[in-house]
């Protein structure tokens, strides 16, 4: 049917909605990238930094789950359906953070929060891939990402100004009520189910229909097949390093001297830089290829955390800040886009959703590590240690993974 046709210029409106939607939905987890630390160390005296890291972790797990359970729903009951209950379960969570008497209620948020990411940000990956087809792949991966992790770098800048003027609470919350009104309304709204392009891009493959099953997808993406289960390995290392930098970059800047304003910058700096690289990372993955970019990406990564961790002063750490997110850009849209290459239209967005689960545990993973090794060693040794981790992901997949473009 004309209605469902595939492409980027035929369906440009649902697209650019779409970007709106994520950008929100990335907002969202920026509200509290440079001000949760402090408020677990401030408020609720919390100094150990694996306790203080459990809030991250908590959100990890609920939104790893949640990813993997989100990629089966949006296949057997329809896209939309998943996006407007991800932004139902987002509605609690200012109020939650704003109010939070103790630590259990952050925990609270962050479940709240993780499981509404793992539905809208999971899906919206899904519809764009729906909409575009091969083509724009690489391209429709780029602006999704830039929309999510551009508005989480803006609001992370926001957050930590307003704590520095406001202070920590209630003020650097508000603008998440504005954010779940905009995401819901536009979700019920405006968005369209997609579900039947993926439908016609398995006619036009006429490829053999065999719908696999569940396990069998899981076991593919995590294990047997060589591209999808690399895919899932530098993923879940890349959210290593980012739930690191979640947990420790606000505490680390803090012990070198930096206000809560200085934090705010830096910390938004490595989002925004990955945000807006993304755009072209993104469409330069359908030039010139997946692989080089993903296992150079994680050794830029690697490099960063190193300089970031050998600074004492603000234009130290920002050149890191960047590093860091020129490093994550490379290989940020470039994994999604390789496993949608190899996915089957019919099981692409459960595969997409074990590929998440793997990735999204790097959250959890690297907070909790990031914590023990921060209280055991010292923060500086978990950055080293865990750019290693990247190192060697890196050359997983310069030795394992097969170009797929």
């Known amino acids: 049917m004309v209605e469902n046709r595939q492409g980027l210029r035929q ?19 920026g509200m509290e990238r440079s001000i949760l630390p402090p408020i677990a160390e401030n408020e609720f005296g919390l100094t150990a930094r694996t306790t203080m890291l459990s809030f991250i972790s908590v959100f990890g797990v609920t939104k790893a789950l949640t990813n993997y359970f989100a990629g089966r729903l949006a296949d057997a009951t329809g896209r939309k359906k998943v996006l407007v ?3 139902l379960l987002a509605t609690p969570v200012p109020f939650l953070l704003m109010w939070a008497p103790s630590g259990g209620w952050i925990i609270a948020a962050n479940v709240f ?10 899906v919206t990956v899904i519809m764009k891939i729906d909409l575009v087809g091969a083509r724009y792949r690489g391209l429709a ?15 992370a800048w926001l957050t930590g100004w307003l704590a520095q003027v406001y202070g920590l609470r209630p003020v ?3 603008p998440g009520l504005l954010l779940v009104a905009a995401g819901l309304l536009l979700s019920v709204s405006l968005a369209r189910e997609t579900k039947a392009y993926a439908g016609q891009e398995q006619d036009n493959r006429k490829s053999s229909g065999n719908e696999l099953s569940q396990l069998e997808v899981f076991r593919r993406t995590s294990l047997s097949d060589r591209n999808l289960s690399s895919a899932s390995l530098d993923g ?5 390093k980012d739930g690191l930098a979640w947990g420790l970059f606000p505490l680390f800047f803090s012990a070198a001297g930096m206000n809560l304003n200085q934090v705010g910058i830096l910390t938004a700096m490595y989002p925004a830089v990955w945000g807006v690289l993304q755009l072209f990372t993104g469409s330069l993955s359908d030039r010139i290829g997946r692989k080089r970019l993903i296992y150079a990406g994680m050794w830029v990564q690697a490099a960063a955390l190193a300089w970031i961790s050998l600074g004492a002063n603000f234009w130290w750490f920002a050149a890191g800040a960047a590093l860091l997110g020129v490093g994550t850009a490379m290989v940020y849209p470039v994994l ?3 496993v949608s290459d190899v996915a089957d239209p019919l099981w692409r967005g459960t595969a997409l959703g074990v590929y998440r689960l793997w990735r999204d545990s790097g959250y959890a ?10 209280d055991f060693l010292g923060m500086q040794p978990s950055f080293w240690l865990i750019g290693f981790v990247a190192l060697c992901s890196g050359l997983v997949v310069l030795f394992r993974m097969r170009e797929s473009l």
């Open 11 to 29: 369906n440009l409106f649902q697209f650019s909605l779409l970007v709106i939607i994520n950008a929100c939905v990335g907002a969202m987890v």
């Open 85 to 87: 209950a991800g932004w």
């Open 113 to 122: 929060l993780g499981v509404s990411q793992g539905l809208t940000w999971s």
């Open 141 to 155: 991966m780029g602006w999704n990402e830039f929309a999510g992790y551009g508005a989480m770098a803006t609001t």
């Open 172 to 174: 650097p919350f508000y």
């Open 236 to 240: 879940l290392t890349t959210n290593l």
């Open 336 to 338: 999604l886009t390789a």
């Open 365 to 374: 993973i690297g907070a909790l590590a990031a914590g023990l090794l921060a």
